[in-house]
């Protein structure tokens, strides 16, 4: 982190226990200012008068010579030019270094922390919504990683609600179902909504259904037979869809699994007297913390998700020896998450548990939802934008063999769904739409991923290794230049807002604005005709640039195409 190294080494020179830098709008400003009101406050002086004080220290030091081309009084600011040559030294030279490992940093180093997203449900359909999740707990890990964590990517999978006795209901008394060629596990979300529907137009139903369930838990007799061999088409396909996003857990818990756990650890609060019995149900009475009051179990006798997120939270902590389990949630279950947290310290837990949450993804015409069937599925999102990224990739290379065209078109349509997804600060909203995705301009991973094509070309094209190599720092004096430099010397610290703010749309920005700069270069900047010497300080920079990029597309999850 070159600039976070200079700032502290401006801090030591000038004596300040607290320097408050900023990135000047403008490149005229310089490249780092030092704002001197709270340093003025201190020593009861005037900003301005501080600010020329201060660059006299500074244009004297010998600790700094060297650091910069200029320092500057402006007003009540103290403005730091950074000697091009020094810039283009260790920034160049930091890249060339760390490689993959470039942005990364150590703050997490000897903590263990596991990240539980993509919480899906058996039985039930992968949609749109569903790639906000597993897209942003994905990233969440990586950025952990990045950040010294030893990180445990883990799923945890509903397999055991009442929704499955919903879904099995409605399959057993329709028949057709088992003859239709779709893929049974995307089938069981058709029929999940069907079921809905069936039982909002006749509610005498939902005993049959309650049935199903008892009997499912009961771990007897055909419906659970059936649980069994349908809970399987759904792992299936849910496992199909994390290879085609790239997505990897270290491991995967089950609902089923820990549900007789859960059970009797609600026995326990109920006799501690932290859970009670209230009109045959039993429940957690939290109204004094302000959390209203948490069902645990129906008065019907059947569970409830707290019965198996209980004994979740506790075998997470004894099978991994964690620091932290994190939670990734959309923003309807943050009553809940704060419900289970104050439960599970009622009960004596301990060790931090943390909720991150997201806001919908809705489509242009509202609002998504399993079981009405409004909602654009996995499959058919994928399907969709793989046509298109299929067209698109035939109109720029007829010349390309079909197998070629058909693997940059699935890179392409992975990349477009997960970068909708992140591009979006979590607490805002995402309407998806399809054509706004796909376009090849703009705030888009088509943008990004042809910009680095466009970048990549230029080293192969011409011959050059991709390796970073040396060169004479003084010859990258072109404006462009200086902030090209200056951007990828920020990308570490970007790394660690978006770890410190769980916001990955901070990398998703950042790698815009860096593909947007290096496009203006491009145009603006002779590269190939320059003098030799130049040339060679000109592409080093280009594949300085690119290992920015990988390491970012890696960080969100997104291969990088080297043509396009």
């Not at 329709?174 to 596990?185: A, D």
């Amino acid at each position: 982190m070159i600039l976070e190294e200079i700032k502290s080494k401006i801090a030591a020179v000038l004596n300040l226990s607290k320097a408050d830098f900023s990135y000047p709008p403008k490149m005229e400003m310089g490249d780092l200012s030092l704002a001197c009101f709270e340093i003025a406050k201190n020593q009861a002086s005037s900003p301005v008068k501080v600010a020329e004080e201060l660059a006299q220290v500074a244009l004297t030091s010998e600790e700094l010579k060297g650091y910069f081309s200029l320092v500057e009084p402006k007003g009540p600011y103290l403005n730091f030019f950074i000697d091009p040559g020094f810039l283009a030294q260790h920034v160049l030279g930091e890249v060339g270094r760390l490689k993959g490992r470039y942005g990364s940093n150590d703050v997490g180093a000897g903590k263990k922390v596991m990240i539980e997203y993509s919480n899906g449900n058996t039985h039930k359909e992968y949609h749109v919504g569903h790639m906000r999740n597993i897209s942003y707990g994905d990233t969440i890990s990586r950025l952990m990683s990045a950040s010294g964590y030893d990180t445990i990517p883990v799923s945890y999978i509903n397999d055991f609600g009442i929704h499955v006795a919903k879904t099995i209901w409605f399959w057993i008394n329709n028949p057709e179902y088992q003859n239709r060629p779709e893929p049974k596990g995307y089938l069981l979300g058709q029929c999940y909504a069907e079921a809905s529907k069936s039982l909002a137009a006749d509610p005498s139903k939902k005993e049959e259904v309650v049935k199903i369930m008892k009997q499912i838990e009961s771990r007897l007799g055909d419906n659970y037979q059936t649980w069994k061999e349908t809970r399987l088409w759904s792992i299936n396909y849910f496992d199909k869809i994390y290879d085609e996003l790239g997505v990897r857990f270290k491991d995967t818990f089950y609902e089923s699994q820990v549900t007789d756990r859960g059970l009797q650890i609600v026995a326990d609060l109920k006799e501690r007297g932290i859970l009670k019995l209230s009109q045959g149900a039993i429940i957690a009475d939290l109204e004094k913390y302000g959390l209203g009051v948490l069902p645990i179990i129906r008065s019907d006798g059947t569970a409830l998700y707290p019965v198996a997120d209980l004994a979740l939270a506790g075998l997470k902590f004894e099978k991994y020896n964690l620091d932290e389990s994190v939670y990734v949630v959309d923003i309807r279950q943050a009553l809940y998450f704060k419900q289970l947290f104050k439960l599970l310290e009622l009960s004596g837990e301990t060790r931090k548990c943390l909720q991150l949450s997201y806001d919908f993804v809705t489509l242009p015409e509202g609002m998504m939802a399993s079981r009405t069937g409004n909602v654009i599925t996995y499959q058919e999102l994928r399907d969709k934008v793989y046509q298109k990224a299929v067209e698109e990739t035939v109109e720029r290379h007829k010349d390309w063999s079909k197998s070629k065209i058909a693997a940059v078109a699935k890179t392409l349509t992975i990349a477009t769904i997960k970068f909708e997804m992140l591009k979006v600060s979590p607490d805002k909203t995402i309407t998806f739409n399809i054509d706004e995705a796909l376009r090849f301009d703009g705030y888009t991973s088509c943008y990004l991923e042809y910009g680095y094509a466009r970048l990549s070309s230029i080293i192969r094209k011409n011959g050059f290794s991709f390796k970073l190599q040396k060169l004479d720092p003084s010859l990258l004096v072109e404006r462009k230049e200086r902030e090209l430099l200056i951007k990828i010397a920020k990308y570490p610290k970007i790394v660690w807002l978006a770890r410190q703010n769980y916001n990955p749309s901070e990398i998703t920005k950042y790698l815009f604005e860096l593909v947007q700069m290096s496009n203006d270069y491009y145009h603006g900047v002779n590269i190939l005709k320059a003098e030799p010497n130049v040339r060679l300080a000109r592409i080093t920079l280009i594949k300085a640039i690119i290992q920015v990029l990988d390491n970012g597309f890696a960080l969100l999850g997104i291969e990088a195409l080297k043509e396009m």
